[in-house]
């Protein structure tokens, strides 16, 4: 269970990562490093892919939890060219986030799809690379919304630029005029 606090707190960092690393699931407090210890480690002892779910509401710190996920794993695998595939992997949120997050009554940038990460190893168990795949998980929104919800950010970004010369053959209008709001 994660709880987003809304502020950083001082249970992340490369300190509480060595102090996870290695231990057995329940030795220490529950945390989202000791889920990665167990996956981490099931797959070095028995040479299987493991999987981690981040489930949970708008809000509740997914995106960050999966981030924090896979800082442990580049720092315990020691994969120091990959030091920060959390964030390489992460680069493609601007995107990712404009096609599928929107506006919901409880969150300006609700994703309204699912993420899947995959983060390959080699056989010494470091970082070689990742691949995120994203799927939508609210088709509707593209033609309803609730009121005060917005469509896709994606939509309104278009709207915004219809006057730039690469948009205008799409004859754009304001969002307003699209019924997009």
């Known amino acids: 269970v994660a ?11 490369d300190a509480i990562i060595h102090a996870y690393s290695g231990q057995n699931m329940g030795d220490m407090d529950p945390h989202i490093f ?6 981490y480690k099931q797959m070095a002892r028995n040479n299987k892919n493991q999987s981690i779910i981040v489930s949970g509401e708008s809000g509740a710190g997914k995106t960050v939890s999966a981030r924090y996920t896979m ?7 020691k994969s120091s060219s990959n030091a920060h595939v959390e964030d390489k992997v992460l680069a493609s949120n601007p995107i990712t986030e404009a096609v599928g997050n929107a ?10 799809f699912g993420k899947y990460t995959e983060i390959s190893f080699d056989r010494s168990y470091q970082i070689i690379g990742a691949n995120m795949r ?6 509707s929104r593209v033609v309803f919304q609730v009121e005060n919800e917005r469509n896709y950010h994606i939509f309104y970004q278009l709207c915004a ?7 205008k053959h799409l004859k754009l209008g304001r969002s307003q005029e699209n019924n997009l709001l």
């Open 34 to 39: 000791a889920v990665a210890e167990e996956a």
């Open 134 to 139: 994203t799927y939508l998980l609210e088709k």
């Open 71 to 77: 800082r442990y794993f580049a720092t315990v695998s």
């Open 161 to 167: 630029s219809a006057m730039q010369p690469e948009f």
């Open 103 to 112: 506006k919901t009554t409880r969150n300006d940038n609700s994703s309204r």
């Open 3 to 13: 709880i987003n606090p809304y502020k950083q707190l001082p249970i992340y960092g």
